[in-house]
């Protein structure tokens, strides 16, 4: 279950959607000290990157610096993934140098331009996520393949020479380069390859303060002292006038292949983009502490916004841009709480550009190219290959891979997909169904893989070699089974048993599988009232009058059997861990005693997961309160101080008896338990009649009639009432406890979160926002129940 209180700073209007990952309207622009920090790692790190990737491009090396100023400043302000830092990318290192081979620097530029506006459209269009459909065999085989073709290239500038624009061309020129060593290049490169292994391996407490400064920096760093402090003659980096930087051009060349180009570059930067924003919301979720302005990513929107990067990107004479991942995990490990982070390293970039220039000058070449090489290699990663194999997607990682390499990223992963889609058909199409008959006499059909009407003819042949009236076990060992496949199974097994046999369908661990729903009550689930079971009744024509009105007794006789029967053997094992371990409860629900609210259904929770109270009217008395009945304030204190639970959620209902009978009894009269109860709804009622305060709205709209407003006002008064407790009041001083309003309607299944402002005191409009099926689309994130 999810529940939260948000809150907005204008407390005159109801709250509005807005930027997801802006400041909240009416607050001054702030930068963290988290993120201010986090920017600067960022910087230390797509700085060197920048530039040895532009090296490794054969663009200008000031296109390097652009993409990455670019891609902070313009990525940051307008992409879905606040978190995700863009620049140019080591996984568009290959395409971006054989277009700069085949058509020139002005007019890469302009094809950058034109991905750019390609991404835009699809941003338009909504389809992002259309692009984690591609098998993950293909995207990491496509990673592994420019990985591959960098580090071959780059090795040649290691050794002090210059690659050539093919991979068969580098590999046929290295046994020469290896003859015609550069001795001072080699030792540059070795030495800026040898701190980028060791860094991040140095043990105990020096290594924790050493790993403050990126290996990429480090390494970079010392090659550049030491090959100025030695004098060694070796190429270093030259940037040439600001001046004199070549924009961009219209592009000149055959239009269909400046058309594959647009789509080449279009792919790479989007499929990149995307599961790098997808990789870094893993990332954020698995955080023990969330911030709570970080939320998930809108892919749309960040590929519009990468889209946007681009095209001033090229605009300006820079590289393509994309997510890269590095840069994103340090950003997510060094701290960032917001987009402020990646937008302000986009503005180091832009400093150093212009003010570091005789600093960045004295970098050798070298150790730029190992260390672009050493990203290369990285980009083969042995964890994915293992994850792969384990899925018997081998076969698309090694082609897709292998086309990259030999044919071209565009031809590699075309390559890949169709390879993808025939092993797919073969799984879909390939099911092995075997007969036989054990020592006990029972018969034993096995099924291996997706059951579909490919299928069928051999499923039924194999059906009808078992003799009528026998004991038979189908074994289903696979995720899928299409209609005609059910059908036929279904129709065998109601003719067998209509025989005198029996038929019992198990899964490849012998698991029983549950039986359809014309067989099984479909109606008797958990969730379910008594009334409408009929596991436990005569089938329809054997009914007496008695058997239709049970008595209550037999009926929770009845529920505790089926239970025992049905749910007792999954939850068993976590009941007895929370025996061991005792109960640690999240969250205190103070609900209304209504029989018709379900917590457990309307929250998804399980055991041990919410403390429950009860009462009529979800009411809480306050503290001193003349009750007689300190039931509730003891339940909160124990909650609160004993289970130490995080958040308190009082929900509300739709036709609370309670509230109707606070309305519509009359002043006086006998003092009965349950009018002393129903004082403590009083204060609600006087707060829905104070003229100064505008009543609740549902989902921006007006409630029904006057008991649908109590009802909401009632959850926002014994909020109010909550706090007056002095353990809740210590505990929300103190920033670790939470006050969630919730409201179920009953009629219509829905539940609708509390909305307020920023401080603790009540505000005049108090919203209730509707929960979406979806997750969280329409109510602020919360915390899990």
Known sequence: MSACV??????????????????????????????????????????????????????????G???????????????????????????????????????????????TVLAGLAQLGLGCLRVARTALAVSPAVVHGMLAGIGVTIAVAQLHIVLGGTPQSVVLDNLRALPAQLADLHPAALTISVLTLAILLLWPRIPGRAGRMARVMPAALVAVATATAVSSLARLHVDKVDLPSWR????????????????????????????????????????????TELHPGVRRSDLDRELLGQGSANIVSGALGGLPVAGVAVRSMANVR???????????????????????????????????????????????????????????????????????????????????????????????????????????????????GQLTFLAVPRLSKALHLVPHKADVIVELDGSFMDHAAYESLQCWQDSHTAHGGSVEITGRSGTRIAEPASSSHSCCRPWAPWRNHHCDRPQEGQRDERAVRRPSGHQLASGISAFQRNTA????????????????????????????????????????????VRNVGNLVPLPGAESGDDSVGAAIEYAVDVLQVRSITVCGHSGCGAMQALLSAPPGGAQTPLKRWLRHGLPSVERMGAQDRAWARLAGRAPADAVEQLCLTNVVQQLEHLKAHESVARRLAEGDLELHGMYFHVGEAQAYLLTEGTGLEPLPDEVFDQVSATGQDEAERTPSG
């Open 244 to 287: 004199s930087h070549a924009l961009v051009g219209l592009p000149e060349g055959p239009a269909l292949g400046l058309v594959a180009a647009v789509l080449t570059i279009t792919l790479v930067c989007s499929v990149q983009s995307l599961l790098g924003a997808v990789a870094v919301d893993k990332v954020v979720a698995g955080q």
């Open 569 to 612: 053997p999954h939850v068993r094992g976590e009941l007895a861990r929370l025996a061991r371990e005792g109960q640690q409860p999240a969250q205190l629900f103070l609900t209304c005693a209504d029989s018709r609210v379900v917590t457990s259904m309307i929250t998804s929770s399980g055991p041990g997961d919410l403390f429950v």
């Open 334 to 448: 060094a701290g960032a709480v917001s987009r402020n982070s990646t937008m302000l390293h986009g503005v180091w970039v832009v400093v150093a550009s212009l003010l570091l220039v005789p600093v960045l000058e004295l970098i050798p070449l070298a150790a730029l190219a190992a260390l672009v090489m050493a990203v290369g290699i990285q980009m083969v990663s042995l964890n994915h290959i293992r994850t792969i194999t384990r899925h018997r997607e081998i076969v698309v990682y090694a082609v897709t891979t292998l086309g990259v390499v030999f044919l071209g990223v565009l031809e590699g992963v075309a390559l890949g997909v169709a390879v993808a889609v025939a092993v797919s058909l073969h799984r879909l199409a390939r099911t092995r169904i075997t007969h036989c008959q054990d020592a006990e006499g029972v018969h034993r059909v096995r099924v291996r």
């Open 65 to 111: 610096l652009v993409a990455a100023a670019v891609g902070g400043i313009f990525v940051g302000a307008l992409g879905g993934s606040p978190l995700q830092v863009s620049g140019p990318a080591a996984g568009l290192t290959v395409v971006t140098a054989d277009l700069i081979h085949q058509y020139g620097w002005r007019t890469t530029c302009a094809i």
């Open 6 to 63: 948000t809150r907005t700073t204008d407390s005159a209007h109801p709250p509005r959607d807005h930027e997801p990952h802006a400041p909240p309207p009416g607050k001054r622009f702030r930068i963290a000290g988290a993120d201010l920090s986090a920017s600067v790692a960022v910087f230390l790190i797509a700085l060197p990157l920048s530039l040895g990737i532009a090296l490794a491009t054969g663009a200008p090396l000031q296109a």
